[in-house]
């Protein structure tokens, strides 16, 4: 009777592995949460895919504005438990780089190389998205999209609508270190002349930290 019972133990427990191995497989999708100093290149060795696999699942983020709090998702090869053990996990130190090469008009930033056509220094302000700075419209940019990181508002008669530009030498808690990408896609009336002014996520006390500043633009081609 004794040898019995532990068979039938033994047969249970089998069976329940199997069920939960069944419930959670480990090579399913996981959603990873970044931190401050993630980019895509880190996550990729840290989870253990590929840099092209991990940018294909995340078509809508941006490499150069990737800002704590973004729900990525982490492809095939990467066990959803890595997912979930990574929020208790200390964040890898990254060094982000900016490297101008004025003779062939290029500019590297995060490992990245851009070509520029040309050279801004302008007056940048910040807005958020509450409604005491966006009008009856709301929080969407002069075409009516969402606003996001890497919108700007410029004056058309400078930086014309829908041009792409690196800013540099900017400061700010809500923005990624040294540079990011940014598009024209809205406008002011008080921003005019050489001014820009760029949303940041988050609320309208901690957007205004980032003050008056001025920054570095290149024009991208």
Do not use: C
Not at 117 to 133: F, I, R
Not at 162 to 186: E, I, N, Y
């Amino acid at each position: 009777m004794k040898i019995k019972f532990i068979a039938i133990k033994a047969i249970t427990a089998v069976l329940g592995l199997s069920v939960l191995l069944h419930a959670v497989p480990a090579q399913a999708d996981g959603i990873h949460i970044t931190k401050k100093g993630n980019t895509f290149y880190t996550l990729s060795k840290q989870y253990g895919v590929s840099l092209n696999q991990l940018m294909k699942a995340n078509p809508k983020v941006q490499p150069l504005n990737m800002y704590p709090g973004l729900k990525l998702i982490i492809p095939g090869k990467a066990k959803v438990a890595s997912a979930v053990q990574t929020d208790n996990a200390k964040p890898q130190a990254i060094t982000a780089s900016l490297s101008v090469q004025p003779d062939s008009n290029t500019v590297q930033a995060w490992g990245k190389e851009f070509s520029y056509e040309s050279t801004l220094q302008v007056k940048a302000t910040a807005y958020s998205s509450a409604a005491s700075e966006n009008g009856k419209w709301g929080p969407v940019d002069y075409f009516g999209n969402p606003l996001k990181l890497g919108t700007i508002a410029v004056d058309p008669d400078v930086i014309p609508l829908g041009t792409k530009v690196l800013v540099t030498g900017h400061s700010h808690p809500g923005l990624p270190k040294l540079a990011f990408l940014a598009t024209a896609t809205d406008k002011g009336s008080a921003i005019k002349g050489k001014r820009i002014d760029i949303f940041i996520p988050g609320s309208q006390s901690f957007v205004s930290e980032f003050g008056f500043q001025y920054v570095q633009l290149y024009v991208i081609q």
